[in-house]
Antibody, heavy 119, light 112 residues
Framework: DVQLVESGGGLVQPGGSLRLSCAASGFIFSNYWMSWVRQAPGKGLEWVAN????????FYVDSVKGRFTISRDNAENSLYLQMNSLRAEDTAVYYCAKENRYYYAMDAWGQGTTVTVSS | QSALTQPASVSGSPGQSITISCTGTSSDVGGYKYVSWYQQHPGKAPKLIIY???NRPSRVSNRFSGSKSGNTASLTISGLQAEDEADYYCSLYTITSTLSVVFGGGTKVTVL
């Protein structure tokens, strides 16, 4: 079974940094696009970023460009999100999601990790 | 990257059918077939239930169906059951010179 397990969330002050990790298992990680999606408290889903299997193409939502960096280590079956210059509006549950190989959708999700940006 | 428009809430009685709309523009929903739908129960991760407008993953109940007309995509839940009470989100991938993913604001489905 596909498993995605996020970690690294926590409380951080505005302007601070945090690195999220997502450990993948149950599928050939190096074959799939991967995404980060976030959900602010009581709000809807917001796509944050995704990247190609070999990491050669990366895309971000405008609100995180220049502050967040998505990356992956295919040898470790892991996805990362480095978050810098954090703002209160970045407070959310962050989900790691696997994209399907044959159609444009996210067919597996982790349980999420909570990031709180507050002084 | 504007969000897609969904009704905040939809309700129905057990056994009834309900439809959730997802409205965009000719530049997004109207121009692409990459519309998907996700179900999210409280405190849980989203689950894919429809992809490419009207396709269902194998493990998903056939009570869920999708369609699109013009700039509006729709999710229909037939034979409504108590377990269908959840939030539902539409999503769209757009691929031009760049790639972006946008979600609708979400619809709370209540089973009366």
């Amino acid at each position: 079974d596909v498993q995605l397990v996020e970690s690294g969330g926590g409380l951080v002050q505005p302007g601070g940094s945090l690195r999220l990790s997502c450990a993948a298992s149950g599928f050939i990680f190096s074959n799939y696009w991967m995404s980060w999606v976030r959900q602010a408290p009581g709000k809807g889903l917001e796509w944050v970023a995704n990247l190609k299997p070999d990491g050669s193409e990366i895309f971000y939502v405008d609100s995180v460009k220049g502050r967040f960096t998505i990356s992956r280590d295919n040898a470790e079956n892991s996805l990362y999100l480095q978050m810098n210059s954090l703002r209160a509006e970045d407070t959310a549950v962050y989900y790691c999601a696997k994209e399907n190989r044959y159609y444009y959708a996210m067919d597996a999700w982790g349980q999420g990790t909570t990031v709180t940006v507050s002084s | 990257q504007s969000a897609l428009t969904q009704p905040a809430s939809v309700s129905g009685s057990p056994g009834q059918s309900i439809t959730i709309s997802c409205t965009g523009t000719s530049s997004d929903v109207g121009g692409y077939k990459y519309v998907s739908w996700y179900q999210q129960h409280p405190g849980k991760a989203p689950k894919l239930i429809i992809y490419d407008v009207d396709n269902r993953p194998s493990r998903v109940s056939n009570r869920f169906s999708g369609s699109k007309s013009g700039n509006t995509a729709s999710l229909t839940i037939s034979g409504l059951q108590a377990e269908d009470e959840a939030d539902y989100y539409c999503s769209l991938y757009t691929i031009t010179s760049t790639l972006s993913v946008v979600f609708g604001g979400g619809t709370k489905v209540t089973v009366l």
